[in-house]
């Protein structure tokens, strides 16, 4: 599931915890409960509806599109990961035709990255650290380049970091 869902799942808990229905582990159970059952997403649908938005989409996710062209971005080195640049891989994705370079450039909503490892992941050389997908004309190679160059490598494992640092509150 990842760490996006554990900090979701972790501020979805403190939300109702607030609302007095539950000590926080009783809270974590409703929050996960709401994912598991899809309550939480036709929640979710229903507030899209409320704003006008098109609900299509949750409904039916063919609809999103994909990408054309997938290009994996290779580890150079074996080592433990401790930097991911994010930064130059928010130029990666641009590169990739996902933002927008000036007011006139069209976005290429089927562009983007995937992130296959984190902070603290061992790999070995050869091993996948992203997958970029794209639709439009670009040099994949040049990107994957500057994706991979985005990584920092190191033989000593990096200490353990909490996707949540602390409540305030």
Known sequence: KGRLYDLCI???ADMIMMAGKGTKEECVKLA????SSGRALDV???SIAGQGGDISFIENYDLLGKATTEYEVISPS???ITGINSEEIGLVSLGLGAGRRTKESVIDYTAGVILEKEYGDFVKKGDKLFTLYTSGKCDLK???DK???AVT???VQPPHRDTVIKIVG
């Open 78 to 80: 074996d080592g433990y």
């Open 44 to 46: 979710f649908a229903r």
């Open 142 to 144: 040049a990107i994957a």
């Open 153 to 155: 490598f190191s033989s």
């Open 147 to 149: 994706a991979a160059a």
């Open 32 to 35: 996960e409960e709401a994912v």
């Open 10 to 12: 972790e501020l979805a």
